[in-house]
């Protein structure tokens, strides 16, 4: 029932999914899937708790990245396959799947001439991810959104990359580049690219792709095709989440438990208590000032891992040397106090230390909370702010006691 | 490689403009720019802690005007070191409208693309671009904006340990930092050696 009413959901727009029938008699067989219990039905709230974990992930040698298990299932059916080692990133959109780490054969979505869709997202280190929309029903704890367009990374079933989505970065399409087997995106948007990605194709940016047999180019896609925030999607607890994660020794450590819990002032354990909300702009930025100075582009985003902010110069810290010249190494650990102020006028300084990376780096450990490194003319507050903190995200248009998102509170 | 593309016209008109092989402001920039740093074994793939506004060598306004004339004669891709011309290739493969302005002692081009982006390019009295910045919804095709610089970049990037997040290059001869999230991508990239002497790098913004 489910299932239908997803699909419907496609239907209704004039956007046909694909449904790859003749593969469905086998597909529970297949390596990769398994008949999952259905949850539902039985009254009160769902789960809405999922663990999450610090560790040096599934690549061996991460730093300060979160990780969750997430289960996608064929639309409407109970041949699912648990994804672990999914990053949790409030810096994205949208579930991305490596095509090596998954068995099921998730339909293709289609544009309105019937041509496989699409998705290319390319990063600030310009390495990028290509692959085709396809759709899922997504479980994370015991919520469950249906019908999800979601991607898969570097399927080599799909058309090869075209050129104006690989403009010579590297491909995250293996564990080893990725560091994770999927992102799980949920941030503070409902899709990955909105508003821009929704016109006309002559004016959209190279995000999403009509791929014929001919080649791929650059397409609009109406917003509820686009890859979705799956939290927005669920029936309950669909305003936000919260992730929870402990604090950490100074000099780190090897591994940490905390939770993702979806809803904000939904059930009894998302309340917002005494945080402090920051609205961001129509970009997912707010204010961060720093000596006197202003950045407005500043932002928190789990799947970054150390604090990114501004440069030696006005850090007074040398940035490391070789392949670790990301951070930030100072001689020795160095205090620091800067401002957040949202959109809606919200401001409270935080304090944070930064010790030396390379130093950090030599335990061995995964998560530290006083990793740095240089990003000129802003903030990035990574995941090493999330220790010893509730950081809660509210997605844009869905209410909460925090009013609508899009908003950051902590 | 991608063949199957090459009938897209959009994609078309920018992978054309990669980074020139064989010969062309591509291969002759850097070799050209590594004569002048000491002891230039390793050159592309030395990250040095360069101030960005270092003054690297005095001989650039006549590197500058070399480059000039070298890209007079060698029309080629846009971006970093070339020609004032060669905005407008950049500005067909945003698909966007040009601004000039001028400021004391260099001259801005910025293009808006449809979708929002903002590429502005830095260029020199000599009429060479020696500066990019960019910030929108989406990164911009580095390759077209770092021109013959781009390779540099692509090594240097590559050494880094970190996924996913800001990124700095500094070598010798170029500076790029690069940073944001899905939806809001700002950053900025420059030559030092092609910053005209009455300016700094912090004009580039």
């Known amino acids: 029932m489910t299932a239908a009413g997803g699909f419907t959901r496609f239907l209704r727009h004039g956007w046909p999914v694909a449904l790859l029938t003749a593969g469905l008699a086998s597909l529970a067989a297949c390596g990769g899937g398994y008949n999952a219990p259905r949850s539902g039905g039985g009254g009160g709230q769902p789960n809405n708790l999922q663990a999450v974990q610090v560790n040096l992930g599934p690549a061996g040698n991460d730093v300060d990245t979160l990780l969750a298990s997430v289960t996608v299932c064929l639309p409407g059916t109970s041949t699912c396959q648990i994804i672990q080692d999914v990053n949790v990133d409030t810096g994205s959109e949208g579930l991305r799947i490596l095509a090596s780490q998954t068995g099921l054969h998730l339909p293709q979505e289609k544009d309105a001439s019937g041509n496989p869709l699409g998705n290319c997202i390319t990063f600030a280190d310009n390495s990028y991810i290509w692959g085709p929309v396809v759709v899922a029903d997504v479980q994370i704890a015991g919520e469950q959104a249906a019908s999800v367009p979601v991607q898969i990374i570097g399927d080599p079933n799909f058309a090869t990359v075209p050129a104006a989505c690989n403009t010579g970065g590297a491909a995250d399409d293996t564990v080893t580049a990725l560091g994770a087997n999927a992102i799980l995106g949920v941030g503070v948007f409902r899709q990955d690219c909105g508003a821009a990605c ?26 509820q095709n686009q ?28 591994s940490v438990s905390g939770s993702l819990i979806f809803g904000v002032g939904t059930q009894s354990n998302n309340g917002l208590g005494s945080v402090q909300v920051y609205t961001t702009d129509a970009q997912g930025n707010f204010t961060t000032t720093f000596n006197g100075t202003p950045y407005s582009s500043s932002f928190i985003d789990s799947g970054s891992s150390g604090f990114f902010f501004l440069d030696s110069a006005t850090t007074g810290m040398p940035a490391c040397t070789g392949g670790n010249s990301g951070f930030y190494c100072p001689a020795s650990t160095m205090n620091f106090s800067a401002t957040n102020t949202g959109a809606n006028g919200a401001s409270a300084a935080v304090s944070f230390t930064i010790a030396n990376a390379m130093s950090l780096f030599q335990s061995g450990n995964s998560a530290y909370s006083n990793l740095g490194g240089p990003n000129s003319g802003t903030f990035d507050w990574g995941l090493a702010f999330f220790f010893g903190r509730q950081v809660f995200v509210g997605i844009e248009n869905q209410n909460s006691p925090a009013g609508p998102g899009p908003y950051w509170a902590y | 490689m991608d063949s199957r593309n090459r009938s ?63 890209l007079g004669t060698l029309p080629a891709s846009a971006g970093l070191g070339q020609t004032m011309g060669s905005v407008r290739i950049d500005q067909a493969a945003m ?43 989406t990164m911009p095709n580095l390759a077209l904006l770092l021109g013959p610089y781009f390779p540099q970049f692509q090594k240097a990037a590559q050494s880094a340990r970190r996924r996913r997040g800001p990124l700095l290059v500094r070598t010798n001869q170029l500076v790029v930092e690069s940073g944001g999230h899905l939806r809001s991508f700002r950053g900025r990239a420059y030559v030092p050696a092609l910053v005209p002497d009455s300016v700094t790098q912090a004009v580039v913004q």
């Open chain 1, 227 to 254: 890859l979705q925030n799956p939290v927005w999607l669920f029936p309950q607890d669909n305003n936000g989440l919260l992730l929870s994660l402990p604090s950490v020794p100074a000099t780190g450590s090897s």
């Open chain 1, 198 to 223: 929704a016109g006309n194709a002559a004016q959209a940016p190279n995000v999403y792709f009509s791929c014929p047999n001919s080649g791929c180019s650059i397409a609009a896609v109406p917003l």
């Open chain 2, 95 to 137: 698909r966007g409208k040009l601004a000039a302005t001028t400021q004391q002692g260099y001259s801005v081009q910025q293009i808006t693309a449809p979708d929002g982006a903002v590429v502005k390019e830095y260029v020199s009295p000599a009429g060479v671009v020696f500066g990019v910045s960019w910030h929108g919804p």
């Open chain 2, 8 to 70: 897209t016209p959009f994609v078309g008109a920018s992978w054309r403009l990669a980074p020139t092989p064989a010969i062309g402001p591509a291969t002759l920039l850097p070799s050209m720019a590594s004569n002048h740093s000491a002891g230039g074994a390793g050159l592309e793939s030395r990250i040095d802690l360069l101030a960005p506004g270092a003054k690297v060598s005095p001989m650039k306004t006549t590197l500058g005007l070399l480059i000039a004339f070298l």
